[in-house]
């Protein structure tokens, strides 16, 4: 018999699993007929189903407001998962998903029955994991998702403590978690008489609730710093349209949507999620944004989550897409094999990539039609005001960016349904269809 | 966290209160616990935890004993004393030593 086996069973007969899943709080969980796997099943205990989730993400492309949101259900699970006396084997991060801005369990072998004096044993990766990189950003205002999509395994109190400044010593959370804990890990680490000391150390279950109560209270209150608005926060209300200009945008796009009717919308450049919002109104089913600018991600995922949206807004640099990581490359799924969907939006997008980013314009293109059968992709030309900031302080070296290369780049790969040109400076929604 | 079973355990002398707590906590020297963790905890966390619960503990006594003194002093000078402040914070601004989950 397998060894989690015992846990196993002793979980399910809390009831816990099934309390979760009606509480949509973990993926649900079939336990099949070991005979379905044929001879393979021979030192199998159980054969588990689960229904996919529409999209999978990883804590290095979500906002910061969506890694606090997972850390506060983190632990909000271990909480309800103690009460029936169940413990947590792990702390990882990966272990939690999002449907829209409601995180999810997805291991369902990661909970085991508690032991009286057990201690936290997933403390230290809950720390890498999810506090240390809401502290870069809470307390040095640096966003976590390049040094997290590098350190799959989250941010070491060792690295952090080295950066944070002195004044956080004063917290007293800060303190404990991070400098403490780095600072007994060197002295104890390589020391065997201290591993074995630590092994036979007891911790009462009072005692084990309370860090995680005092750790959650703390969580909820994380921030970002506060250092000036974003750049793009402000950029749905001040931008170069009219109102009439965005009515007949957004008109376009309603239409679009209510005849494709997409299952998965992916929203490149989605912003403060309007078009994202508008999309799921007129008939998309779960819309995927991204977008690069923190500040315009966390207010996408506070609107989902005010509004219960099937929408998720996730980090993402065009210019440089999270490839597939970890063992054999396999891990972690990069962008490219995720970004399967039924419709894309690539609005107000295109000429950041081919003159902020210097991408060919051809290959911009192509990567969105790449995404789905059919979508809009927006051509914002040089003499818009917003493309003109761009080219402020810069040479202009785009002699083939304009609506007619534009056009015959996008005619290469799909045909043009339909066009229409929505601001008197030249902006020109298309609407593509490859099918 | 002590606090919590003050207000519980109203009925009860001091002195019983303060065994039970130390009942509980040094019970639990005697229960066996999993050595092995599917994942290495750091021998730094372990050694926080365990230096964090004997603060707790050790904050959660000394209240104990500042109210029976004060209620030795108020039987002493004959006033009338509330039996119970309330919950108030433990160590600290960001942890609250409650017994609310």
Same mark, same amino acid.
């Given at each position: 018999?397998?060894?989690?086996?015992?846990?196993?069973?002793?979980?399910?007969?809390?009831?816990?699993?099934?309390?979760?899943?009606?509480?949509?709080?973990?993926?649900?969980?079939?336990?099949?007929?070991?005979?379905?796997?044929g001879?393979?099943?021979?030192g199998?205990?159980?054969?588990?189903?689960?229904?996919?989730?529409?999209?999978?993400?990883y804590?290095?492309?979500?906002?910061?407001?969506?890694?606090?949101s997972?850390?506060?259900?983190?632990?909000?699970?271990?909480?309800?998962?103690?009460?029936?006396?169940?413990?947590?084997?792990?702390?990882?991060?990966?272990?939690?998903?999002?449907?829209?801005?409601?995180?999810?369990?997805?291991?369902?072998?990661?909970?085991?029955?508690?032991?009286?004096?057990?201690?936290?044993?997933?403390?230290?990766?809950?720390?890498?994991?999810?506090?240390?990189?809401?502290?870069?950003?809470?307390?040095?205002?640096?966003?976590?998702?390049?040094?997290?999509?590098?350190?799959?395994?989250?941010?070491?109190?060792?690295?952090?403590?080295?950066?944070?400044?002195?004044?956080?010593?004063?917290?007293?959370n800060?303190?404990?978690?991070?400098?403490?804990?780095?600072?007994?890990?060197?002295?104890?680490?390589?020391?065997?008489?201290?591993?074995?000391?630590?092994?036979?150390?007891?911790?009462?279950?009072?005692?084990?609730?309370?860090?995680?109560?005092?750790?959650?209270?703390?969580?909820?209150?994380?921030?970002?710093?506060?250092?000036?608005?974003?750049?793009?926060?402000?950029y749905?209300?001040?931008?170069?349209?009219?109102?009439?200009?965005?009515?007949?945008?957004?008109?376009?796009?309603?239409?679009?949507?209510?005849?494709?009717?997409?299952?998965?919308?992916?929203?490149?450049?989605?912003?403060?999620?309007?078009?994202?919002?508008?999309?799921?109104?007129?008939?998309?089913?779960?819309?995927?944004?991204?977008?690069?600018?923190?500040?315009?991600?966390?207010?996408?995922?506070?609107?989902?989550?005010?509004?219960?949206l099937?929408?998720?807004?996730?980090?993402?640099?065009?210019?440089?897409?999270?490839?597939?990581?970890?063992?054999?490359?396999?891990?972690?799924?990069?962008?490219?094999?995720?970004?399967?969907?039924?419709?894309?939006?690539?609005?107000?997008?295109?000429?950041?990539?081919?003159?902020?980013?210097?991408?060919?314009?051809?290959?911009?293109?192509?990567?969105?039609?790449?995404?789905a059968?059919?979508?809009?992709?927006?051509?914002?030309?040089?003499?818009?005001?917003?493309?003109?900031?761009?080219?402020?302080?810069?040479?202009?070296?785009?002699?083939?960016?304009?609506?007619?290369?534009?056009?015959?780049?996008?005619?290469?790969?799909?045909?043009?349904?339909?066009?229409?040109?929505?601001?008197?400076?030249?902006?020109?929604?298309?609407?593509?269809?490859?099918? | 966290?002590?606090?919590?079973?003050?207000?519980?355990?109203?009925?009860?002398?001091?002195?019983?209160?303060? /065994?039970?707590?130390?009942a509980? !906590?040094?019970?639990?020297?005697?229960?066996?616990? @999993?050595?092995?963790?599917?994942? =290495?905890? $750091?021998?730094?966390?372990?050694?926080?935890?365990?230096?964090?619960?004997?603060?707790?503990?050790?904050?959660?006594?000394?209240?104990?004993?500042? /109210?029976?003194?004060?209620?030795f !002093?108020?039987?002493?000078?004959?006033?009338?004393? @509330?039996?119970?402040?309330?919950? =108030?914070? $433990?160590?600290?601004?960001?942890?609250?030593?409650?017994?609310?989950?």
């Open positions: 018999m397998p060894i989690a086996a015992d846990d196993f069973d002793f979980v399910r007969s809390t009831g816990l699993i099934d309390q979760l899943v009606a509480a949509d709080k973990l993926v649900a969980e079939v336990i099949l007929d070991k005979d379905i796997l001879e393979v099943a021979s199998v205990y159980h054969v588990l189903e689960h229904p996919r989730l529409p999209y999978i993400s804590p290095y492309e979500w906002s910061f407001s969506a890694l606090k997972a850390a506060l259900f983190h632990l909000d699970l271990q909480q309800a998962a103690l009460q029936k006396d169940v413990s947590l084997t792990d702390a990882t991060a990966y272990n939690v998903q999002f449907v829209g801005a409601k995180p999810i369990f997805i291991d369902h072998l990661s909970f085991s029955r508690y032991s009286e004096g057990e201690y936290w044993a997933g403390h230290r990766q809950f720390c890498e994991q999810f506090i240390n990189p809401l502290l870069l950003r809470s307390v040095l205002g640096i966003a976590h998702n390049a040094w997290y999509r590098g350190a799959l395994d989250g941010i070491s109190a060792e690295d952090l403590r080295n950066i944070l400044p002195w004044r956080s010593r004063l917290s007293w800060i303190l404990t978690n991070v400098f403490m804990q780095a600072r007994l890990q060197k002295k104890s680490g390589a020391d065997i008489d201290a591993i074995h000391r630590a092994k036979s150390k007891r911790l009462p279950r009072i005692g084990y609730t309370q860090i995680l109560h005092g750790i959650r209270r703390w969580i909820a209150k994380l921030e970002p710093k506060a250092d000036g608005n974003s750049v793009w926060q402000d749905a209300s001040d931008n170069s349209y009219t109102d009439e200009e965005n009515r007949k945008k957004r008109q376009f796009v309603a239409d679009f949507v209510t005849k494709v009717r997409p299952g998965l919308l992916l929203d490149v450049g989605c912003n403060t999620g309007d078009y994202s919002a508008l999309a799921l109104e007129n008939g998309a089913g779960y819309v995927v944004g991204f977008d690069f600018d923190q500040g315009a991600l966390d207010h996408a995922f506070h609107r989902s989550q005010r509004e219960s099937n929408f998720l807004p996730l980090h993402l640099d065009a210019a440089n897409p999270n490839p597939a990581q970890g063992w054999r490359e396999s891990e972690r799924m990069g962008f490219q094999e995720r970004a399967n969907g039924d419709a894309v939006l690539g609005l107000a997008l295109i000429h950041h990539m081919a003159i902020a980013k210097n991408l060919p314009l051809g290959s911009a293109v192509n990567w969105l039609v790449e995404m059968p059919q979508g809009i992709i927006e051509f914002v030309p040089k003499a818009d005001p917003m493309a003109q900031r761009l080219l402020l302080l810069r040479e202009d070296l785009f002699d083939d960016y304009n609506a007619s290369s534009f056009e015959s780049q996008l005619s290469r790969n799909a045909n043009i349904v339909s066009s229409l040109k929505v601001s008197g400076s030249g902006r020109t929604l298309y609407w593509f269809d490859r099918t | 966290m002590l606090a919590g079973l003050e207000a519980r355990n109203m009925a009860l002398s001091v002195e019983t209160r303060i /065994y039970g707590v130390l509980i !906590v040094f019970g639990c020297l005697f229960y066996a616990v @999993p050595c092995y963790a599917y994942i =290495d905890p $750091g021998t730094g966390s372990i050694i926080l935890q365990s230096i964090l619960a004997s603060i707790a503990v050790a904050i959660g006594l000394l209240r104990l004993y500042w /109210y029976r003194f004060k209620s !002093v108020s039987n002493l000078t004959g006033t009338s004393q @509330p039996q119970n402040d309330g919950n =108030d914070s $433990g160590f600290g601004q960001d942890a609250d030593i409650q017994n609310d989950s």
